[in-house]
């Protein structure tokens, strides 16, 4: 399994980005799909899950922000944020879970500047 998260970047409080999770060596449409984030000194942490059959939670910092998504068609996942925060800075990984194991990928980086 492979995981290869892109759209990471530097963006102004309250500015928009997507990040984007291709899946590759996976049965995707079985998989529980999720976007995890880890900021220097912290653990990491859940910011969105998305099952197979689409429901969505998501970590209580989120507050509406941000929105997952899937193309199962494509093996990709997506993560929308919007109004970022300076706490949102991370390195955001996509991480995927089935009957095949967990995986994760390399990451992308969000900076969020004040």
Do not use: H
Request: hydrophobic residues 35%.
């Amino acid at each position: 399994v492979q995981l290869q998260a892109s759209g990471g970047g530097l963006v102004q409080a309250g500015g928009s980005l997507r990040l984007s999770c291709a899946a590759s060596g996976i049965i995707f449409s079985s998989a529980i799909m999720a976007w995890y984030r880890q900021a220097p000194g912290k653990q990491r942490e859940l910011v969105a899950r998305i099952s197979n059959g689409g429901t969505t939670n998501y970590a209580d910092f989120v507050e509406g922000r941000f929105a997952i998504s899937r193309d199962n068609a494509k093996k990709m996942v997506y993560l929308q944020m919007n109004s970022l925060k300076p706490e949102d800075t991370a390195l955001y990984s996509c991480n995927s879970r089935n009957f095949q194991g967990s995986s994760w990928g390399q990451g992308t980086q969000v900076t969020v500047s004040s």
